[in-house]
């Protein structure tokens, strides 16, 4: 029998995130009659917004779901000053395919900036370079718990009068200036995947302010249904002759989350305090032992976080120091060697097979996001307490690879 993928490493990207009572809730949830959209997914929503103080939060299927909602709600017919096609959106281009796709199915431009490899995120610097008349909106992307300078961002987003989209899918519980990720803008994406900082298996929430974007999100997260929203009377009296429950007023998906992922996503969510906890002391004990080994320090660093920024890490960021190593043979060394990788994102989008194939970003060059790719990686982060014997493993695995 062949052994399961996770176990070929002795240190993988993604452990076992669920305790006992993780999974008992949903057991508890299954075992109901009631399996999407109920109390278990709006006491989660509820339990969010206090939390960050996000204004309004709608549990959603994945993160990629939430950032396709927060570019639909953007043109949506019911949005008084809705974008409108050919508008552009200004994106990293390190970045996840679902942070750019939403921008193109929702017939908007988007208009790639290129990162400061220091901190990984968006090149605050570059951003007013490739503002025109025709530029509505930012598309932020926190990488790996970190952040740019977002006193910056929010001047620009004034300055020019921009809507502000937080894809904050790998950065949950990080704050800027004692202020949470994903409170700055007027949308917020989370993902609650295996790897994230709370996972509920597959899941995400999407954040918002104003409540007619609430409204409009929360139906086309159901079917375009005007059931659960501030329309749903008014739409009825105009058109009685149709079943109250099932009345369509507007486009929409299924993008639901069940009830069983919200209550293990609750019940992880309570624990997201001491899991970032866990991380960051795991982070020091792992970049500790690596700085104090002269061996390992000669070859690689690590990413520090931003000024301002109290992390709540993804990962662990490394960085090659050294020309004589090639990324590429020491990454097909680590996974020899029992440690599990990862680029950091996707890389430069700009250059994928899917944004050449759609003309993104012809004749530009991002250097910096180019020499984060060819020179970086990540590692994950355990939640669990790690021993010493665990982290002279890891050193040992990373001499090896090295040599």
């Not at 570019?71 to 008084?80: D, G, M």
């Not at 431009?109 to 503002?131: G, R």
């Not at 996972?199 to 609430?214: A, F, L, Q, V």
Request: charged fraction near 25%.
């Amino acid at each position: 029998m062949k052994k399961v993928y996770m176990n070929k490493f002795f240190y993988p990207l993604i452990e076992n995130p669920y305790s006992n009572k993780d999974i008992n809730e949903g057991i508890r949830v299954l075992k109901s009659k009631q399996l999407t959209l109920s109390k278990e997914t709006f006491n989660f929503e509820k339990s969010f917004t206090k939390k960050l103080k996000s204004g309004y939060s709608l549990m959603v299927n994945s993160g990629s779901s939430a950032n396709l909602l927060a570019l639909q709600c953007l043109i949506n017919p019911y949005r008084k000053n809705r974008l409108k096609p050919g508008d552009e959106i200004i994106i990293p281009t390190l970045c996840w395919s679902t942070s750019l796709w939403p921008i193109i199915q929702s017939n908007l431009k988007p208009v790639f900036v290129d990162i400061n490899k220091n901190t990984l995120n968006l090149d605050e610097q570059s951003i007013e370079k490739k503002i025109t008349k025709k530029t509505k909106a930012i598309m932020l992307v926190h990488v790996l718990g970190n952040t740019c300078n977002m006193n910056t961002i929010m001047r620009i987003k004034k300055k020019y009068n921009l809507f502000l989209i937080e894809d904050t899918c790998e950065s949950l519980g990080t704050k800027y200036k004692n202020k949470y990720l994903g409170t700055f803008g007027e949308f917020s994406s989370f993902s609650f995947y295996s790897s994230h900082q709370i996972s509920s298996g597959e899941g995400g929430m999407i954040c918002c302010k104003d409540t007619n974007d609430y409204n409009i999100i929360k139906s086309l997260r159901s079917h375009g249904w005007s059931r659960g929203t501030s329309y749903e009377n008014k739409i009825y009296k105009k058109n009685k002759f149709l079943d109250k429950k099932f009345i369509f007023f507007n486009s929409g998906y299924n993008l639901r989350p069940t009830e069983i992922s919200a209550a293990i996503g609750l019940n992880q969510f309570k624990k997201l305090d001491e899991f970032i906890k866990l991380r960051k002391i795991n982070r020091k004990k792992i970049i500790s032992a690596m700085n104090k080994n002269t061996y390992i320090k000669s070859k690689l660093d690590f990413f520090a976080e931003n000024l301002n920024v109290n992390p709540s890490w993804f990962g662990i960021p490394i960085k090659i120091v050294n020309n004589k190593i090639k990324k590429n043979i020491l990454i097909k060394n680590l996974e020899k060697n029992g440690i599990e990788t990862r680029p950091i994102i996707s890389g430069n989008f700009a250059k994928q097979p899917a944004a050449i194939k759609y003309g993104l970003a012809k004749n530009q060059k991002f250097p910096n996001t180019d020499d984060v790719y060819n020179k970086s990686f990540f590692i994950g982060l355990p939640t669990k307490h790690i021993k010493n014997n665990y982290i002279d493993k890891l050193i040992s695995a990373f001499e090896k690879s090295l040599s």
